[in-house]
C-alpha cells in the first residue's frame, strides 16, 4: 500500500455485524468508512461463529485498512459515530452480545497505546481468528507492534473458532486485492 502524501497513518480495523442484513451494514459502513480513510482496502468477507456469547446469530467479519490524518482517539471518536448512525447503543447492549456493527481498530501504524479506553493493537486480536483471518488478507506479512511475532504464526496457534470464508466474497464492491 503507498503512503498517502499528508501525514497520515496506516490503519487497519476490524467489522462485524450478526443482527439485521449483516453484508449491507458492513457495507454501507465501510462505504462511509470510505469518506474518512484514504486509499481504503477491504478484505473478504467471513462468517463467524460467536466466541463468548453462543446464542446468537453467527458474525459477518472483514476487515478495512488505508490511512487516516487524524490521532488514534480521533480515529476512535469517527468509528464509533459510524457504529451509532448504523444503530450500536452501546448503553443496552449485553458485552460480547448481537450488535448491528461492531468496528474495532486492530492496528494503526505501528503505534503501542494502552489507556484504559483505547488499547492498541486491539487487545484481543492475538486471540481472534475472526479479526486475524480478515487482517493477514490485507497484510499477510504483518507483525505484532508488540512482540514483533508474525500475526499468520499466532493465527496459526489459535484452535477452530468457527471461521468460515464466504466464497471469496469481497465487500464494498469498488474495492481491489492489495497488490
Partial sequence: MRRNEDASSL???????????????????IAVLDLGIAEL????????M?????????????????????TPRDLLKYINGIETRF???R???????????DID??????HIVNDEDLVIPHKM?????????????????????VSGFSYWDICQTLPDQGVSLLLYEKSYERDVLPV
Fill in 91 to 101: 448503553a443496552i447492549e449485553k458485552r460480547w452480545g448481537e450488535r448491528t456493527l
Fill in 50 to 70: 460467536p466466541l463468548h456469547v453462543r446464542d446468537q446469530a453467527w458474525f459477518i467479519n472483514t476487515a478495512v485498512a488505508g490511512f487516516y490524518s487524524g
Fill in 105 to 110: 481498530i486492530l492496528l494503526f501504524e505501528n
Fill in 41 to 48: 482496502r477491504t478484505a473478504f468477507l467471513y462468517q463467524t
Fill in 125 to 145: 486480536l492475538k486471540e481472534r481468528r475472526f479479526a486475524l483471518e480478515p487482517l493477514l488478507d490485507l497484510f499477510p506479512d504483518a507483525r505484532d507492534p
Fill in 11 to 29: 490503519v487497519t480495523l476490524g467489522l462485524g455485524s450478526n443482527m439485521g442484513d449483516s453484508r449491507l451494514i458492513i457495507n454501507n459502513a
Fill in 87 to 89: 444503530g450500536r447503543n
